[in-house]
């Protein structure tokens, strides 16, 4: 019903900047990104309402990261600047499809996110 994909990441500097992209197809309520490093846990980065752009970032992401989206594209897309060897994970994007009265981060298990992207590699490294 949806499907997800990511591109963009690579392999980068630190202080430098990497655009991934999250083409979606199928209806979406938000769109959100997540990273997963090496042997660590999943974690929230950012999301978007697709409806009215309102943003979430995680305070890891606040000042550095800019989430953004193109409707006409189905596309969401994270641009990450200042970018920290701990930056370096796999990044997801994940699809909400259901209407919520309030956007807001994601719940603990990100349960709220059906559809997920198959992941794109940010490593920051001199």
């Known amino acids: 019903q949806v499907q997800l994909v990511e591109s963009g990441g690579g392999l980068v500097q630190p202080g430098g900047s990497l655009r991934l992209s999250c083409a979606a197809s199928?209806?979406?309520?938000?769109v959100g990104w997540f990273r997963q490093a090496v042997r660590k846990e999943r974690e929230f980065v950012a999301a978007?309402?697709?409806?009215?752009?309102?943003?979430i970032f995680a305070d890891s992401a606040k000042g550095r990261f800019t989430i953004s989206r193109d409707n006409t594209r189905n596309t969401v897309y994270l641009q990450m600047d200042l970018l920290k060897p701990e930056d370096t994970a796999v990044y997801y994007c994940?699809?909400?499809?259901?209407?919520?009265?309030?956007?807001?981060?994601?719940?603990?298990?990100?349960?709220?996110?059906?559809?997920w992207g198959q992941g794109t590699q940010v490593t920051v490294s001199s």
């Open positions: 994940a699809a909400d499809v259901t209407p919520r009265d309030l956007f807001s981060p994601p719940s603990k298990d990100s349960k709220e996110y059906d559809y």
């Open positions: 978007i309402s697709w409806t009215t752009g309102r943003t």
């Open positions: 199928g209806r979406i309520t938000s």
